[in-house]
């Protein structure tokens, strides 16, 4: 198991793209369990149990074969967030470098076949 952000400890928010992204709650127990994201990919990799993690973090793996994805329907909310400090709001390398990041996130997204969230600007 893994402790991330606000996620409460050891509940998997599933949402099910295939029933109308329907969201259900899952509760996972398991022996081993960290806060870093790389230790519990290779808990999975080593057989150790199953992880939840963005398909940008486990694509090698699953590419070769070391990990596979038992609930390709699911995910989970995941928000990827540009901070910079509020002078450089007007800034045209801050708007592109932004720009970029949300076109390439899209994309895999899509290559994936979950399309989800899109870029607001936090004010």
Known sequence: ??????????????????????????????????????????WAVDGRGIVLRSLWDVGPQLATGELEQILPECHQEANIWAVYPSRLTASAKIRVCVEFFEAFFRERAASHGVMRGRYRDAG
């Open 1 to 42: 198991m893994i402790k991330e952000r606000d996620h409460p400890f050891g509940v998997w928010k599933l949402r099910n793209g295939i029933h109308g992204n329907t969201e259900q709650t899952v509760k996972v127990t398991g022996p081993l369990s960290s806060n870093h994201g790389e230790i519990v990919v290779r």
